[in-house]
C-alpha cells in the first residue's frame, strides 16, 4: 500500500511550500511506527478530540496515507543513498586508474609530438590543473587531440585504441563521479520528496498530538499514547 499512497500524495507533497519543508528531527523509521500507533490510540477518543476540533478526516483517517507516502519516499531515498554509497565505493576503484591512463597517455604525446612546438603546447595545457573533474576533462582532450593528430602517434607505433578507451573512460567516470558526489545528495529529488512526505506527515501528527494533550492534560493514562516516546 505504500507506493499507491505514495502516488496517491505525490501532487500534494510537490506542493508542499519550500518555506515549510524541513528534514526529520527524528528517525523517520521510528516516526512511522509511533505515528501508526498513534492512529490506533486515537481511535477511542474520538468523540473528545473532534469536541475541541480536530479535523478527524484530514488527520486521523488520512494519517495513514501520509505514513504510507513517507514510507515510500523514505524507501527512494534509501535506496538512491546506496546508490551513491556504491558509486563512491566504486569510484575509489577506477579512480586511481583512471589517473594512470592519463598519466601515461599524456607521455606518449609528449614523446610522439616532441618536434611539434604546436601540439606540445596543447598537451602542456592538458596537463595542467589539478583534481578529478580535471582529470576525467583530460582524458576526453587526449582523445580529441590523438584522433585529430595521428601521423606522429603512428610513427612511435601508438595503441590507436587507448584513444577510444580514453574518450569513453571520460563519459563513464563523469557519470560516476557525480553520482559519488555527496554535495548532489542533499539537493536530490528523492530526499526533497521524503523531506516533503515527512513534513506533510509531521502535520497531522502534530495537529492530534497537540489537541490529545490538551484534552488529556489531567488524564495521565490517556495523555501518555499523545506524546513521543522516543523524545521522551
Not at 551513491?84 to 599524456?106: G, V
Not at 513534513?199 to 513521543?228: M, N, Q, W
Request: aromatic share 8%; charged share 30%.
Amino acid at each position: 500500500m505504500s507506493k499507491e499512497n505514495y502516488d496517491t500524495k505525490l501532487t500534494v507533497l510537490e506542493a508542499v511550500s519550500q518555506n515549510d519543508v524541513k528534514p526529520p528531527s527524528t528517525p523517520v523509521d521510528i516516526y512511522l511506527q509511533e505515528s501508526e500507533d498513534l492512529s490506533i490510540w486515537v481511535q477511542e477518543d474520538k468523540a473528545l478530540l473532534i469536541g475541541k476540533g480536530l479535523n478527524w478526516n484530514n488527520n486521523v483517517l488520512d494519517l495513514p496515507i501520509r505514513a504510507g507516502a513517507c514510507r515510500h519516499a523514505q524507501s527512494l531515498w534509501m535506496s538512491e543513498r546506496y546508490s551513491q554509497e556504491e558509486a563512491a565505493k566504486i569510484w575509489k576503484e577506477k579512480s586511481p586508474k583512471a589517473y594512470e591512463l592519463r598519466n601515461d597517455l599524456l607521455a606518449d604525446l609528449r614523446f610522439a609530438y616532441r618536434k611539434r612546438p604546436d601540439l606540445t603546447a596543447r598537451v602542456r595545457t592538458i596537463a595542467d590543473g589539478t583534481g578529478d573533474a580535471d582529470m576525467i576533462q583530460d582524458l576526453s582532450d587526449i582523445s580529441a587531440l590523438g584522433k585529430a593528430n595521428p601521423d606522429e602517434l603512428l610513427v612511435t607505433k601508438f595503441d590507436m585504441n587507448l584513444l577510444n578507451k580514453a574518450a569513453q573512460q571520460a563519459d563513464a567516470l563523469a557519470q560516476l563521479r557525480a553520482k559519488a558526489n555527496g554535495a548532489t545528495l542533499d539537493n536530490s529529488k528523492a530526499k526533497d520528496i521524503r523531506d516533503r512526505a515527512f513534513t506533510h506527515l509531521k502535520e497531522a501528527v502534530d495537529e492530534i498530538r497537540d489537541t490529545g494533550k490538551y484534552v488529556f492534560r489531567k488524564d495521565p493514562e490517556r495523555y501518555k499514547g499523545y506524546i513521543s516516546r522516543y523524545k521522551k
